[in-house]
């Protein structure tokens, strides 16, 4: 794991939940995308050493809808920026870590994303993120 990259929180409604983030935490609103193969809205804002990434569920059938009405809203997941994702879920499952996607899918920003299962990690959702490097910018 290179670091943290950021922090998934699940809301209802990315619009009610960006006056609190810009306006009362003063982090500013990268960007706002819809990643329609996980079900969700996203919003990346800019937290320093680290982007928040509000989760908006777009049908009643996206995981964070389910988590929502489960949990309420709140933390969702931690992501951990990581070079060759494949060969890091190799590694975690010859550990023993049940793993929810075996192989990498596509998430917000084109990245390469893979979850681990909260019952191999004490109930913490945590997932991995290998981004494609863009002109100008580093993974």
């Known amino acids: 794991m290179k670091k943290v990259d950021h922090i998934g929180v699940a809301v209802r409604s990315i619009e009610e939940a960006l ?7 003063g982090i500013p609103l990268l960007k706002v995308e819809e990643v329609a193969n996980q079900g969700v809205k996203v919003a990346f804002l800019d937290a320093g ?3 928040i ?6 049908s009643d059938q996206s995981p964070v809808s389910g988590f929502i009405e489960k949990r309420g809203e709140g933390l969702h ?3 951990f ?3 060759t994702i494949e060969e890091r879920i190799q590694e975690l499952k010859e550990k023993g870590v049940r793993m929810i996607d075996d192989k990498p899918k596509t998430g917000a920003g084109g ?3 893979a979850f681990l299962h909260p019952k191999s ?3 913490v959702l945590y997932e991995l993120c290998e981004k494609k490097a863009s002109k100008g910018e580093t993974p």
């Open 53 to 58: 990434e509000l989760l908006e569920p777009i």
């Open 81 to 83: 920026s990581v070079e």
């Open 19 to 25: 006056p609190f983030y810009e306006g009362v935490l």
């Open 77 to 79: 997941h931690i992501a």
């Open 49 to 51: 050493n680290l982007k």
């Open 111 to 113: 990245a390469s994303v």
């Open 121 to 123: 990690s004490m109930g």
